[in-house]
């Protein structure tokens, strides 16, 4: 299972945009790139999936280099409302994830 | 999207007492659910894999008999805390495979379950 790293914490401000990167230099063939927002006492929330370059959906984007060892997450304009822990995981998305690994995810804190 | 539900939401039970919580696939048949809980500040541990018709599978340091999981049909799996102790409680959440647009899997996790043992 590929292991992801990424930033414990980040701070930003209303309005601002956020770029969240996740190394994952292990990343297989067949794996798929998500992400999952969470809030405090609720499950995992999907944000946006991809495989290569770029993808982006009505609430993020998603950069993926050609090597794929890494990605960022880009949130743009967060309002307070974007504060919560935001998970990069890897898994084989042909046949279905099996076995998520959740890293530490990244803590986002967005202030007035 | 797809729908993943749990009940009870929350629960309080007394120490040596079981608990059990149930994980449905709401809109789509799973035939593998996951389970993870989740400690106060700390990220998903996943606990095991449930599948449709056969035997869980734990996560090393996960006792299954204490763990116990049930999974009868294609929408539901559950978990039974048998003999629970307070540092049982936690968050626990369950999710289930199930294809997305474009033909790839992703996982769809359930609201979560807060269990509090006295």
């Known amino acids: 299972l590929a292991k992801t790293t990424q930033p414990i914490s980040m701070d930003s401000y209303e309005g601002q945009e956020v770029n969240i990167t996740c190394s994952h230099n292990n990343i297989a063939t067949n794996d798929y790139i998500t992400w999952y927002q969470q809030f405090p006492s609720q499950g995992p929330r999907f944000i946006i999936q991809?495989?290569?370059t770029k993808v982006t959906n009505e609430v993020a984007s998603l950069f993926i280099p050609a090597d794929r060892k890494s990605s960022t997450l880009s949130l743009p304009r967060v309002s307070l409302s974007d504060t919560a822990v935001y998970y990069c995981?890897?898994?084989?998305?042909?046949?279905?994830?099996?076995?998520?690994?959740f890293g530490t995810g990244t803590r986002l804190l967005v202030s007035p | 999207g797809a729908v993943v539900s749990q009940h009870p939401s929350r629960v309080i039970c007394k120490s040596g007492t079981s608990v059990k919580i149930e994980c449905r696939s709401l809109d789509f048949q799973a035939t593998t659910m996951f389970w993870y809980r989740q400690f106060p500040k700390q990220s998903l541990m996943l606990m095991a894999t449930s599948n449709e018709g056969s035997k869980a599978t734990y996560e090393q340091g996960v006792e299954k008999d204490k763990f116990l999981i049930n999974h009868a049909s294609l929408t539901l799996s559950t978990l039974t805390v048998t003999s629970a102790h307070p540092e049982d409680s936690s968050f626990y959440i369950c999710?289930?495979?199930?294809?997305?647009?474009?033909?790839?899997?992703?996982?769809?996790f359930g609201p979560g379950t807060r269990l509090t043992v006295t």
């Open positions: 999710s289930a495979n199930g294809l997305a647009g474009g033909g790839s899997y992703e996982q769809y």
């Open positions: 995981l890897v898994g084989d998305g042909d046949t279905g994830f099996q076995k998520l690994v």
């Open positions: 991809g495989y290569k």
